[in-house]
């Protein structure tokens, strides 16, 4: 959070390839689930990074008009999705919840009253089989309020997280564990007691504290970002803030290691939730574009995919 209450909620995206960009979706667009082909409209416009499926929208991350933000992120080992879904529930492929709660809910409250409603379904017995995705999702608003959807267990549950950082990691407690050997907690963190608007969870002081280790594994990630974000000035106002929300992700992202791995950053993005602007940087452009969601774009009717180049963008000198 900046020092004029202006609240950003940044990622990396690790995967494979680049399949993925900038994308607006209007109000009322039409799309329809791979679980059971219903169709659903859309309540909100909103902008945000993803892809185009057969018969819908695959967000990845975005913010809708009202300020809310979500993003979705691998969660290996730790789903647990039903094969079936009855008719009183909102039965979607996992991979389509971050669409829904955009296109639905105006806040993380918003979603908290109606996320017992919804189902996280395998394809097994979906019109299009999809396998099993597996994944969690970070939800944000302009309250300050910051909170995870692990799908460990249905109905889903929202779990808040003051900390403001979420890895790949499995079990946000059990990280937040590990993280105790980095931080000195405030007394506030650790009695659950925290605000929305307070923008460090730990004392300041470090003496005694492990320092984080260089490792790209989820953990060694997610310790690393907690560790520097307690750490960093407090920026004070949007500009600020995107700025040192991209050199923290600096510290986290992934390079490309095809001798030791597959997946590397393929793009980093970052959503400002007042006022509705959205920085996007591939992987080898090394400059982000950016991209507002404004009223006259409430009038649209049609989704918009943006060319973004994934090249080197830079800024060339003349004597």
């Not at 809708?64 to 290996?76: A, D, H, I, P, R």
Request: aromatic share 12%.
């Amino acid at each position: 959070m900046g020092a004029d209450g202006s609240h950003v909620l940044s990622r990396t995206m690790d995967w494979h390839r680049l399949v993925a960009g900038p994308v607006f979706v209007p109000r009322n667009f039409r799309w329809q689930s791979d679980f059971d082909g219903i169709s659903r409209t859309n309540r909100f416009a909103m902008l945000g990074t993803g892809r185009k499926r057969d018969f819908e929208i695959d967000i990845s991350d975005g913010v809708n008009e009202c300020g809310l933000s979500v993003q979705k992120l691998t969660f290996k080992n730790g789903a647990q999705l039903l094969d079936e879904c009855d008719n009183d529930h909102i039965c979607l492929a996992p991979f389509e919840l971050p669409l829904y709660l955009l296109a639905n809910f105006s806040s993380v409250a918003d979603i908290e009253t109606h996320i017992e409603e919804i189902r996280l379904l395998s394809g097994k017995n979906a019109v299009k089989d999809y396998g099993y995705p597996e994944l969690h999702y970070v939800a944000a608003d302009k309250t300050g309020r910051i909170v995870i959807i692990e799908p460990n267990r249905q109905p889903l549950k929202l779990q808040d997280n003051p900390l403001g950082v979420v890895t790949n990691a499995y079990d946000f407690k059990q990280q937040l564990k590990k993280l105790a050997g980095y931080l000195n907690f405030t007394p506030e963190f650790i009695n659950q007691n925290i605000s929305n608007d307070v923008s460090k969870i730990s004392t300041g002081s470090f003496a005694g504290k492990k320092v984080p280790s260089s490792s790209y594994t989820p953990s060694g990630r997610f310790i690393r970002a907690a560790y520097y974000k307690e750490r960093v000035d407090q920026p004070q106002n949007e500009e600020a803030n995107i700025i040192s929300s991209f050199h923290l992700l600096d510290s986290v992202s992934v390079p490309k290691s095809s001798a030791y791995q597959k997946t590397y950053s393929v793009y980093r993005s970052s959503f400002c939730l007042e006022s509705l602007r959205y920085y996007f940087e591939p992987y080898n452009r090394i400059s982000p574009v950016s991209l507002q969601l404004t009223r006259k774009m409430l009038d649209f009717e049609k989704p918009h995919f943006f060319i973004v180049k994934n090249e080197l963008s830079e800024q060339k000198l003349k004597i």
